[in-house]
């Protein structure tokens, strides 16, 4: 272990020279791996903590274990503050262990089935289904208890359940580690299982110690099957995920915030082709390839556009399914006008 070189120390004005020396000559460097990736680094860029933007901002090496370390006089306020805070973390991590176990319970599996029911009757998604319904859904779903820092599923996995994540904070994170979107309470995830049969596009990892409902895919079907309005709002979410992770860093989108992004989706016009079927596009127009293909004429050249891919209609055209299709039709001209009208 070699002495300290790069980490700052900062110390109580009251200390004299003799033990300000003595502290210094004692301290050991330490390093630490405070995260998984660069991408996570990035992330806490937008805390408005501001003890956290000091350390970010001033300690631009700290992800090679270099960090910032206070030493300041201990006082019973500063230990009672510390116990504290101890004491809040054993707490939540005891009852994450005590909550795993009751479920194995008859008690708990009964307790377990009614939080599902009523965690879907507040979420968008499921709100609309009747008490009939959101109970068979519950009888067949799963509820998990997860610490900090598992992973709920693997980029690349079979696409199997769907998940609702009931408390806590999930980050989704591309190949590589890097970050995609941190999740909340009362997210959805993982619809891509319902929607085709591609496997999973990322990695789900567990921030915080997290709550998830887990519904097998053999259970949703029938009801995408039945209920056209599910349907189409599963849809709409994936569409969201999709798109923002295709725009975030093109010209003309990457500029803009999330939701201003979203609201140009949102304001688009989804369709669903047939195989072979045709659809007129207008000029100006951006094509958003949701799932399967469509072809077009270009320069004499048939081109296939896939899906999640984004095109900008520079004249009217037509384009044909090569198979069954999604799509969202695209104006942000208008989006465009319509805001600024807004603002006058």
Not at 242 to 256: A, I, K
Not at 264 to 289: C, D, I, M, N, Y
């Amino acid at each position: 272990m070699s002495r300290i070189t790069s980490t700052e120390v900062i110390l109580p004005s009251s200390l004299s020279a003799e033990a300000r020396h003595q502290l210094t000559d004692s301290l050991y460097a330490v390093h630490a791996r405070l995260f998984e990736s660069e991408e996570e680094r990035k992330a806490w860029g937008p805390c408005d903590r501001p003890e956290a933007l000091y350390f970010l901002e001033t300690h631009t090496d700290h992800a090679e274990g270099h960090g910032l370390l206070t030493v300041a006089p201990i006082t019973l306020e500063a230990v009672l503050s510390m116990a504290h805070s101890l004491l809040k973390r054993r707490v939540r991590q005891s009852m994450t262990r005590l909550s795993a176990r009751v479920l194995g319970t008859r008690l708990g599996a009964r307790l377990g089935r009614s939080l599902v029911v009523h965690t879907l009757r507040h979420v968008p998604l499921f709100a609309q289904l009747d008490e009939t319904t959101l109970h068979g859904l519950a009888e067949r779903a799963e509820l998990l208890v997860l610490p900090a820092g598992r992973e709920v599923f693997q980029a690349g996995s079979a696409s199997d359940e769907l998940y609702l994540l009931e408390d806590g904070v999930v980050h989704v994170l591309a190949q590589g580690g890097k970050l995609m979107d941190k999740l909340g309470s009362g997210a959805v995830f993982g619809e891509l299982a319902l929607l085709t049969h591609e496997r999973r596009s990322a990695t789900v990892r567990t921030a915080t110690a997290s709550t998830l409902i887990r519904i097998p895919r053999s259970v949703l079907l029938p009801l995408l099957e039945e209920n056209d309005r599910l349907r189409e709002r599963m849809w709409k979410t994936l569409a969201e995920r999709r798109f923002d992770d295709v725009v975030r860093g093109l010209e003309g989108y990457g500029h803009l915030e999330r939701e201003h992004r979203l609201s140009l989706l949102r304001s688009g016009e989804h369709r669903e082709l047939r195989p072979q079927e045709w659809q007129k596009l207008e000029a100006g127009t951006h094509l958003f390839v949701l799932s399967g293909a469509v072809d077009f004429e270009h320069a004499g050249l048939v081109v296939t556009q896939r899906d999640s891919t984004l095109l900008e209609v520079g004249r009217p055209l037509r384009v044909r399914a090569r198979e069954a299709t999604r799509l969202v039709l695209l104006n942000p001209r208008a989006e465009d006008a319509s805001s600024k009208r807004r603002a006058t």
